[in-house]
């Protein structure tokens, strides 16, 4: 399975950015994906994760109502787009896929190279 996270980049506060993450077929089978973060001197952290089905699992509530995960399994493509974004939400975001649904990096099998969102206030 190889992940491919593009689309990141500067904005500023209370914009939007919509990051993708190009997925091999492989990845729509049966596994769960998720968008996962980490900023400088920080942990990675949960963002959003999404069933293959298309059902969502859950946000982490720092992002509930501003971020929507959402996937294309026409052209195995999953998204986040992200909107009022705040300075704290600067950050690498990476996507990652998984064999069951959760929203804990540790069961995360296979991550993308990562791509970075800067938001300026």
């Known amino acids: 399975v190889q992940l491919q996270a593009s689309g990141g980049g500067l904005v500023q506060a209370g914009g939007s950015l919509r990051l993708s993450c190009a997925a091999s077929r492989r990845a729509f089978s049966g596994y769960t994906l998720g968008w996962f973060r980490q900023a400088p001197g920080k942990e990675r952290e949960f963002v959003a994760a999404i069933r293959w089905t298309g059902a969502v699992i859950d946000y982490a509530d720092s992002v509930k109502g501003r971020f929507t995960i959402s996937r294309d399994t026409a052209e195995n493509t999953l998204y986040l787009q992200m909107s009022s974004l705040k300075p704290e939400d600067t950050a690498v975001y990476y996507c990652?896929?998984?064999?069951?649904?959760?929203?804990?990096?540790?069961?995360?099998?296979?991550w993308g190279q990562g791509t970075l969102v800067t938001v300026s206030s």
């Open positions: 990652a896929a998984g064999p069951t649904p959760s929203t804990a990096a540790s069961r995360y099998k296979y």
